[in-house]
């Protein structure tokens, strides 16, 4: 099954790709992830995307596109589910003509739809573990100590685009570059909309019920 998931910096995508690639045994490509290993690894695309992931602008179509039909080449047969990825209509149609050189489309795309207040208030509080990646939150996530991963003990982190200022932009460019996905899709006929206000737990269980419907 290829899925891709759909929603503002904040609606859960993240949280909701670990479960999804958990339960059908999928690939969790995430692009953020991807930039954000590259630029701890001083790749030079992590040094090309730097500027733009820390002002919350998105980082070129011609740097994202290679990197990601690169490592969607590299799936297993079982499929991937996308996290970030494609995040404008031009990165649609390239992810789609790729696809289908090789006979395969998008299975199903899911929009995760979430309030501004609500992910204002998600991201701002979001932390992470720099060694291991676990995600949690001030308010609904605590780790059993304050500040560091439950995992490996490490000091938990802000990360740079976090933050309130950093988040508004990144909330913008989304209305005004990704939103237009959700029309694209739907042309397509593979668009699902979920509502992402709720805990994580709800949505996972609605999201895995139109998920299990497919594949059956
Ligand atoms: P994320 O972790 O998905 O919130 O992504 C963090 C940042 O990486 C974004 O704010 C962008 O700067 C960059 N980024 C991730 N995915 C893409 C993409 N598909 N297109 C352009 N920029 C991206």
Redesign the pocket.
């Known amino acids: 099954m290829r899925v891709v998931l759909l929603g503002a ?1 904040g609606a859960g ?2 949280t909701q790709c670990k479960y999804i690639a958990a339960r059908y045994d999928l690939l969790h490509l ?4 991807i ?2 290993r590259g630029r701890a690894e001083d790749t030079e695309l992590g040094k090309q ?1 730097q500027s ?2 820390d002002s ?6 011609e740097l ?1 596109v290679e990197m ?1 039909i690169d490592e969607i080449g590299k799936a297993p047969k079982g499929g991937f589910v996308l ?6 209509v031009n ?1 649609a149609a390239e992810l789609d003509k790729s696809l289908a050189e090789h006979g395969q489309t998008i299975d199903a795309v899911v929009n995760l739809k979430a309030g501004d207040e609500v992910v204002i208030k998600r991201i701002t509080g979001r932390r992470s573990c720099p060694k291991c990646g676990a995600v949690y939150h001030i308010e609904s996530l605590k780790p059993k100590v304050e500040g560091i991963c439950d995992h490996d003990r490490a000091g938990l982190v802000q990360r740079p ?1 976090d933050t309130v200022d950093v988040v508004r932009n ?1 909330l913008r ?1 989304y209305c005004e570059q990704t939103a237009p996905l959700v029309d694209y899709y739907r042309q397509k006929n593979n668009l699902h909309q979920l509502d992402a206000d709720a805990d994580a737990e709800i949505v996972r269980e609605a999201l895995f019920e139109k998920l299990d419907a497919l594949v059956r």
Do not use: E
């Not at 919350?56 to 179509?61: I, T, Y």
């Not at 996290?83 to 404008?88: A, H, K, L, S």
């Open positions: 910096p995508k993240g995430s692009s953020g992830d930039l954000r995307a733009y992931m919350g602008a998105l980082v070129p179509d994202i990601m996290d970030g990825f494609p995040r404008t990165q685009d990144r460019n």
